[in-house]
Structures are given as structure tokens and as C-alpha cells.
């Protein structure tokens, strides 16, 4: 049994039993249906806001992008224009392929000793895959609750909704995404369990989130396929809420207010935890930055004025005490012809 | 740099938070000045008088697809058309003779709430509603 998540495994039922039982208790629909969603939603804004803030006050002095390919050099090199960007352009498309396709991570090896010592770095595209996996079918069934929130409903939302379903098993159909991400999150979750490096520097707040997603798709999946909502009552419940005039619907049930506190949970625990990477790949100064070091000077901004005595301030003071112990200095005494002005370059 | 205010790429980080925001409080704006309402699907006169359907209201409501996914299942690869309620009372499998019989205007009863939750089921893809005309 390993302390970290256990802590969050008990944390997220604890949740789900609050919410269960809470909605139940005379006036528990309006706590967790109205007060806490919207209390979630303003806390995670100004988080985000706050978080973003916070970090654009952190000055990057240097330029610091992680360097995958040649960089502009001479003009018989050829570049390589988005794996080292020396344009603004690059970035964005560095910036886009990482934000949208998690290019880095693809690049993950995983470093194992095989025939007793032999050091090989080995092909693991797991990783990538199944987090390419969680994260865009976490937006595909984000996207697709815009139905919940919006009428009408953007032609969009239907083709997604309408994609999303088209193997057409079942009715309701069976929603591809929603499968895909619960399957995702276990092997995120596995990953941390059954690798002994990955246990080892698991925390309970990389846990948590994972509990709680997966408890968020578990209890989504559990109403639409299996114990079933009223899904008229939800849509003005939730229509209530976009358009600020927030009433419950009667008998909407139990796990739609666990569901909905998981959300709020998530929201409001968003700005505070590793999950603010949503808005830091933006901020990541080794992904976000052109590499131009060698022609652009950067000053560092916190440098304060230093105060420099070069050598010509020290020549000019010292200057006739110079050429009367017959030291070499660079510029001649005024006094003296410029045709006699000694060399240069016998100043050390 | 605990004490340091100045806030780098201004233009940038503020551009950023706005789009942002703008994405976050999508259903707030694009629904502002919008009351929409729940839907009232019309029972149909010959429903009202049958009193009850299938399976009890309440049941219907959200499990009905479920019940004509049964249907057509054991149809089509079947070949029985009778179904037993619960009360023991038999029904001909079939959406056009059975449930439109009752629920004589699609457009009044099924359309009005799969349009409001954004549902389109593909049994219109088969079966017509006889009185309908597209």
C-alpha cells in the first residue's frame, strides 16, 4: 500500500460520498448544484489569472530553448527551422505541433541496462500515445457537454457528437471518447503503480487529479449508459446556469451532483496544482523562446548599474606617471607628437 | 524576484488571459439575453387516452431508446414482434405501427426534446414518420 494514493483514492470517495448524500439533504441540491459549480468557476478564472500573473513576473533574462536540431549557422548549413527557431514564426509552429501533438514527449527513450551491462536507450512512445489519448478525448467530451450550455447548439458540436458516436453500438451510442478516456486515465494510473521509478516519485497531487478524472468519466459513463438521467431536466439545470438564472430541476438524481462536484472540485483545485501546465506550455521558456543568442544581445534586467573604471579612465589618470617609469600606454602624452605615439599592441 | 512588479511580454500574457477568458465563459455570452426554455412535448390525443405507455412514464423517459434498440434486435435477428409489458399486456414491436399509432406527430414529440439535448438519433434513417413530408 503506498501512502500516496491511498490519500488521494480516500480523498476523492470522500467527495463522492459528500456530494452523494449532501444532494439529498434539504437544500443540498442548491449547495452543490448553484453555489459550489459557480464558486469553482470564479475561483478557477481568477487562479488561472492569478497563477499566469504571477509567473509572466519571472523574467527569463536569458534565452534558454531546448535545442533539437541544427541551428542557423552558415549559410551552406541548412537549419533546422522549428526544432531550433530563430524566428518568431518557428516558435509558433514549435509552440503549436508541442501544445497540440506533444511532440517532446515523443522523443521519450527510456534508458534500461540489457545483457547484464550494456547501457541502451529503448523506443517508449506509450507514454505520449496514451496522454495524446487522455487529453484530446478530455477535450472531445468537454466539447461535446457544450450541448448542455449552449442553445441552439453549434452546428459543431452535433458533427463532433455525431463522429464521436458513429460506431453506433447501442443506444444511447456508445461515445468513443468516453471510452478512450477512461481507458487512457487506468493506464496513466498503472503506469504510476507498476513502474518501481514511477511509484517512487508519485505523489498524492499527481494522484489526485487522476482519481478525480477518472471518478468524473466514471460517474458521466455510469449516467448516460447505465443508471440513466432525466436528460431534459439536466439541460435546464444546466441552461439555468449559463444564463444566470440558476433553479434545480426536480429528480435529476444523486450521481448528476457527484458528477457536477467533481467538476467544481477539479475547477477549483485547476490554478492550485500540476494541472496549471494548461496554461505554462505557454509559458515554458524552453519551448516559447527564438533562439537568436548569436545575434541579438539579451540584457539580463535585474543587472544593476555597475560602475567600471576602464583601462583608458586608469591611462588618463596615470597617464605622465606612465611614461616616466617608462610604461607603454596607448594614447601619448598630449604633450607629444602624434607621429611618436607607440605601438598599440605592446599594452598588455 | 519576489518584489519585482513588472510584468514581461505584457502584451502577450494579457492577449493570452483574454482569449482565455473569452473560451472559458463560452455558454455565458453565447447564451446571454437567451431565456430557452424546456421543452413541452405535445402528447399526441390518442396517447392521452391510452393512458399509459409501453412501460410506465417515468421509465420512458429516459430508458425508451433502450427498449427500441431491444425491439429492433429481436426483430430483426428474432423474428418476434410481440412484446410483454410488465402488466402482461402485449405490444407489436414496431416504431411506425406502434409508438407513432399514439405519438402521432414526431415533430411535436420526439423532435422537440432530441432537438433541445442536441440528440439525433439514426432510426429516422430507416423508419419514416408516415405523416410527415419532407
Redesign the interface.
Known sequence: MNISYMYSLIAVIVLFLLAYVGAMLPGGEVFFGIIIPYLALIIFILGFINRIIDWARSPVPFRIPTTCGQEKSLPWIKPNSIDNPTTTGGVIIRMFLEVVFFRSLFRNTKMALKEGDKLSYEWEKWLWLFSLAFHWTFFVVLFRHLRFFTEPVPALVEVVAKLDGFLQIGLPELRISGVVLLGALIFLFLRRIYIPQMRFISLASDYFPLFLIIGIAFTGILMRYFTKVDIVGVKEFTMSLATFKPHITQGIGSIFYVHLFFVSVLLAYFPFSKLMHLGGIFMSPTRNMVNNNRFKRHINPWNYPVEVHTYEQYEDEFREKMVGVGLPVVKPLAAKTPEEAKEPEEKE | ?TN???????GM?II??CI??VV?????W???G??????EPKIADKAKAAKECVRPKAFM???H??I??EWRDTVVRDAKRIYVNSSGKEFNMSLTNTCLDCHTEKAEFCDK?HD???????CWECHIDPKETK
Do not use: H, W
Open positions: 524576484m519585482n512588479k513588472k510584468i514581461y511580454d505584457k500574457v493570452g488571459l482565455f477568458v472559458i465563459t463560452f455558454p455565458f453565447f447564451n446571454f437567451n431565456a430557452a426554455p424546456a421543452p423517459k429516459v430508458e431508446m433502450q427500441l434498440n426534446c433541445y439535448a442536441s440528440v439525433s438519433p439514426y
